[in-house]
């Protein structure tokens, strides 16, 4: 790596696993949410009995994804004991010995409803929660997308999350947060080796951006994860699927079609550290020309 290396900030330089699987679990969400709960637990326990040691859900995994159910199916994480999502990733987690990044459900919190994904290690400990930050407000359509407001439901997280686990440091960002290349900046910057996405793209941008957007926040030669529910899910609001792999290289190592599945896929960070040693970006990066945020703050969990 280049000696002018910025890339300082998450404590874990070299993770502990470097070579491992990743299983993405594309569920079907229903309106009950006692069956999503059960649902995401035999897909984990999938995909932890195929190889992987690190699991991702989906966006809204326990509720289907309209903004007017975020409320009945919330849950406050203040007490993990009266929160059965979370409860439950705490156990399986511990029971399988895998990390999960539990994609995100509703969260409740002083009277504001969050987007949050939470994650758990190895011994159902919970390690990091990120708060959406770019919420999915729609303009006048364009491609004919359905309205969607979220904000009119969900209030903004004000943080980027990095959490440093045995697989490295892993960035989290929810669904839009994809469109914005400068979260994954500085996640990259933060050290990030993984970025991931849990996400429910529309019908209409998912077809024309999903994958580009994947392909491309690999801005600086990392891999990107994301993982969307299922096509049939409840709720009004139609869901693209393809959950996705995506290589240093911004190559699609695997990707899933719309229906319910679990996609194991084999990740070698040692193909990020062959990339950048073709393609030094870092050391290229002309932050005396373009501003850049290397202006770096620990992350939080609020
Ligand atoms: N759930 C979302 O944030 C959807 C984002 C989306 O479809 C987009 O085009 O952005």
């Known amino acids: 790596m280049a000696s002018n290396s910025k890339r300082t900030v998450c404590p874990l330089q070299i993770p502990k696993i470097t070579q491992f699987k990743i299983g993405i679990c594309q569920l079907k969400v229903t309106t009950e949410k006692s069956a999503n709960i059960l649902k995401a637990r035999e897909l984990i326990q999938a995909a932890a009995g195929k190889g992987a040691s690190l699991i991702l859900l989906p966006e809204m995994w326990n509720c289907p994804c309209s903004t007017d159910m975020f409320a009945k199916f919330a849950e406050d994480f203040s007490d993990i004991d009266s929160a059965p999502s979370l409860l439950m990733l705490s156990e399986v987690a511990s029971s399988l010995g895998v990390t999960i990044i539990g994609g995100s459900v509703p969260e409740k919190d002083a009277g504001q409803l969050y987007n949050t994904c939470c994650l758990f290690g190895p011994n159902g400990e919970f390690k990091a929660k990120h708060r959406k930050i770019h919420l999915f407000d729609m ?106 792999v995506v290589g240093p290289m911004g190559e699609i190592i695997a990707t899933t079609g719309h229906d319910k599945t679990v996609l194991i896929v084999d990740v070698d960070y040692a193909a990020i550290q062959r990339t950048r040693e073709s393609f030094p970006l870092e050391s290229q990066r002309r932050s005396d020309i373009y501003q850049f945020v290397d202006v770096l703050t620990e992350s939080s969990n609020s």
């Open 139 to 244: 303009g006048k359509p364009l491609l004919g997308e359905v309205q969607f407001k979220e904000s009119d439901y969900i209030s903004a997280g004000k943080n980027p999350t990095v959490v440093d686990t045995d697989f490295g440091c892993i960035g989290i960002g929810i669904c839009h947060d994809i469109r914005f290349p400068e979260l994954a900046m500085l996640y990259s910057a933060r050290g990030a080796q993984l970025i991931c996405y849990p996400g429910a793209f529309n019908m209409s941008t998912g077809a024309a951006l999903w994958e580009l957007e994947q392909r491309t926040r690999q801005d600086d030669s990392l891999y990107v994860a994301s993982c969307s529910p299922s096509r049939d899910s409840a709720g009004s609001y139609a869901i693209w699927g393809h959950s996705t």
